[in-house]
């Protein structure tokens, strides 16, 4: 599995919450790595992105990912890194994020930059799993939370590669045997 994290600049002005065509943003940086079946990190990949539909950094995503608008600039743009990091990814094509937001935005910025996405690219949320199959609760819980009811930060939050490589000790320290988290069984349409 390869487990993905993704900063973005962020629209001015916020999009309303039940508005599901709502652009995410501008993916700044693209963090990943590949792990073993024990969800051990095998490999990683870690790029920064320059924006282009949303060129000047907010305020806020400064602070928060400590990237800088100088920085962010000399950077290639998403439709130059996404192929690259598709390439690196090689045949997996099953990845795991912590929520669902990362699937947005990559699909919103292949879209806009014209992006081709491999056939059978799947997405899974590992914040839900680590919910309901962990702490047994229905409310999201977060990464920085996950890290320390198991005691395995490595690094602070909001750094792409370092949210991946949290998210994979959170599940290198916790996985059922019963848990088969790559092939969940789709639930039938229309039954409830």
Known sequence: MIIIDLEWNQPPSPAAEDDPDAFEGDIIEIGAVKTDD????????????????????????????????????????????????????????????????????????????????????????LQEKFDRDYLYEEQRCSLSRAVEIMGVRIKGAHDALYDCINTALVFEKWMPDTLDIINVPEEPEGEI
């Not at 608008?69 to 192929?83: G, N």
């Not at 099953?94 to 990559?106: H, I, M, Q, R, Y």
Request: charged share 30%; hydrophobic share 40%.
């Open 38 to 125: 024990s969800f051990r990190v095998c490999d990683r990949f870690r790029e920064l992105v320059r924006p282009v539909e949303l060129p000047v950094l907010t305020s806020s995503v400064k602070k928060l990912t400590r990237i800088s608008q100088e920085e962010i600039m000399m950077k290639r743009p998403f439709a130059e890194v996404f192929p690259d990091f598709l390439k690196w990814c090689g045949d997996e094509l099953v990845f795991g994020e912590w929520g669902t937001s990362d699937e947005k935005a990559v699909r919103q910025n292949a879209e806009l930059y014209g992006v081709g996405l491999p056939e059978g690219m799947k997405f899974i949320d």
